[in-house]
């Protein structure tokens, strides 16, 4: 199946709001998000070497475009307290224009488009 989307979001998980900040400032000061939310606390439920764990963890969902998205997942990695960090790419399939250029704008490498 073929996916055309030129935009869309990155969902990373991190073990507490300071690496999420981090991780959301990192991509915007590199250019690579236009913009990172964090949400500071949800309780992750999961299977993990085959045992059910409970926890506490923080959010940052960043804006990007599809081409710079794979930089940002291998930037996330690098830096990613996790041996097997959550970072996974949602097509965005439309929106505001406005928003989506703004987003395209901010994340053109500088000295780009």
Known sequence: MS???SHCLVYV???DV???REIGRSMVEARLAACANVFPEMVPIFLW???IGEGSESVVIMKTTRERAG???AA???MHSYECPCAVILPVAGGSQAFLDWISS???P???A
């Open 110 to 112: 500088e000295g780009g």
């Open 18 to 20: 300071e690496e999420a």
């Open 71 to 73: 930089d940002l997942i």
């Open 49 to 51: 070497n085959g045992d």
């Open 106 to 108: 901010e994340t053109t």
């Open 13 to 15: 998980t991190a073990a």
């Open 3 to 5: 996916v055309n989307y």
């Open 76 to 78: 996330v990695e690098a």
